[in-house]
């Protein structure tokens, strides 16, 4: 996570901007192609990578929409954060996993909510990832990014690195799912 190379070339999607709102009306009507309901293999290919010997620990996701994964990972004993601005997302992970969860106030950022399950090792936070910091969230020992650094929209990629390098433990890992085009040539739905 050294930052975004100068000048990295993503061409006709450099001004291209997707809301909050959007991200939410794609919830609300279903379309949430990205969802994997059966999580994404990468994760379980490069999971030594991600764990490196370690057990317990404290993993954060990213944009986290409801995915499986943020289960396999406390199902392995490890604490699992979260962040989505979309509150359905949240309540249908939890319901679609058969989870018991209480809902709280976060003080430090008004009108966000942290969605905890009663088992107390899964945390979402519903607010912008923008609205947290380290003093809120403490510090992580490994990341899973996928669907997060590609959802972001380029003009807020120097933040969002910024933001994931003060997350990181001294010795955490991070796995970063992202793709490789010619922007100039393929639309494509992720940056
Ligand atoms: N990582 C998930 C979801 C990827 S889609 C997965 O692998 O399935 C990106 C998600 O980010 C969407 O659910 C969207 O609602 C959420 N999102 C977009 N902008 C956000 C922001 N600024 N803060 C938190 N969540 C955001």
């Not at 359905?88 to 058969?98: I, V």
């Amino acid at each position: 996570a050294a930052g975004v190379p100068e000048g990295a070339d993503i061409g006709s999607q450099k001004d291209r901007v997707v809301t909050e709102e959007e991200w939410l009306q794609r919830w609300e009507t279903g379309n949430i192609g990205f969802h994997k309901k059966r999580g994404h293999p990468l994760l379980q290919k490069y999971l030594d990578v991600l764990l490196n010997g370690r057990s317990g620990l404290r993993v954060f996701f990213p944009l986290c929409g409801k995915a499986v994964e943020m289960k396999w990972l406390a199902d392995m004993g490890h604490n699992v954060v979260g962040v989505e601005v979309s509150e359905q997302a949240l309540k249908e992970f939890f319901s679609e996993h058969g989870l018991p969860y209480c809902e709280e106030p976060v003080p430090e950022i008004s009108g966000a909510k942290m969605f905890q399950s009663t088992s107390g090792n899964i945390s979402l936070y519903c607010c912008s990832v923008y609205d947290l910091s380290s003093s809120i969230l403490g510090k992580f020992d490994g990341v899973w990014d996928r669907g997060a650094l590609v959802a972001v929209n380029p003009c807020d990629r120097q933040r969002y690195v910024s933001l994931m390098i003060t997350l990181m433990e001294k010795n955490s890992s991070y796995l970063l799912v992202t793709v490789s085009y010619d922007p100039n040539k393929h639309k494509g739905e992720n940056f």
